[in-house]
């Protein structure tokens, strides 16, 4: 018999969310706790974390510290501060990360340096740390599981200004399918999700008013930007038993953008 309320259960595991203060981090934090885990979260902003904690406290056991991974150092750091309170983890989200919006004219090095040694060079080096204790938590019937956060734009050939943005998150695309074929047989499967508009913190500039939420909806098929519960459903799948058997995968939650082209090259007549 299928039991759905098994398919999501998460109750057991151990997973650490970054950037989980804030966004779309904090939102799948929530949806971890409410499915049963322990939860660590970390960002650069240590009191925010440990603020957050507390609050969700109230969902399940959730702590929360300081962790940087847009340096050597602070990836270091923060991979000892996990160990220092855990000897397993099953599940890793991959979500803290930067952007710069610049033109393509002025759009430099510095905005490169930036975004992706957060976005890539810290999500590699910190998976790289924690692989250990997820290939030792994995089975092949229950595999660990990572979770990278990319992006829409990480797919589409748009930047909007946001070059660097835009090139981390093809990298995380291309980076995940690697790491899937590296480490599925260890029993670790890695898969990312690639949000379209929601509204956080990184996108209130566009997002931050009706106005702005009604002109990213005219650009989306379904014809809304997303919910907290979109981005909850598809954690819950990738880490929870019904996503077992996954990996490699680039989950579209972008209402249909990824997929949007012309419906006909040619002229209807001559169809």
């Known amino acids: 018999m299928i039991d759905p309320a098994r398919l999501f259960d998460l109750t057991g595991k151990t997973a650490l969310v970054t950037g989980g203060a804030t966004g779309l981090g904090r939102t799948a934090a929530e949806a971890l706790l409410a499915a049963g885990a322990r939860l660590l979260i970390a960002s650069r902003k240590g009191d925010a974390c440990v603020a957050v904690a507390r609050e969700l406290s109230a969902l399940g056991p959730c702590e929360g510290f300081a962790g940087d991974v847009g340096t050597e150092a602070g990836v270091e ?12 983890l099953d599940i890793l ?6 952007t710069w919006g610049e033109p393509f004219g002025s759009h430099g090095f510095k905005a ?11 999500l590699f080096a910190l998976t ?3 692989m250990p204790m997820l290939m030792a938590a994995g089975t092949a019937d229950d595999p660990a599981r990572i979770v990278n956060i990319g992006s829409v734009m990480g797919t589409m050939p748009i930047a909007d200004g946001a070059y660097s943005y835009a090139a981390s998150k093809a990298a995380v695309h291309h980076l995940t399918r690697i790491l899937a074929n590296e480490f599925s047989g260890r029993h670790v499967t890695t898969n990312a999700i690639a949000p379209g508009p929601f509204e956080t913190r990184m996108t209130r500039y566009s997002l931050g008013d ?3 939420k009604s002109a ?4 989306v098929p379904i014809g809304r930007i997303g919910r907290e519960d979109d981005l909850a459903g598809s954690v819950l799948f990738l880490t929870g038993r019904g996503g077992a058997y996954i990996s ?24």
């Open 77 to 88: 750091a923060l991979a000892n501060e996990v160990a220092a309170r855990t000897d397993r």
């Open 128 to 130: 790289q740390r924690l």
């Open 248 to 271: 490699g995968a680039i989950l579209p939650l972008d209402g249909g953008i990824s997929a949007k082209a012309p419906l006909h090259m040619f002229r209807e007549d001559e169809a």
């Open 112 to 122: 490169f340096d930036r975004v992706l040694s957060v976005n890539v060079t810290g």
């Open 216 to 219: 990213a909806a005219a650009v």
């Open 93 to 98: 989200i991959n979500n803290a990360g930067a």
């Open 210 to 212: 009706a106005a702005g």
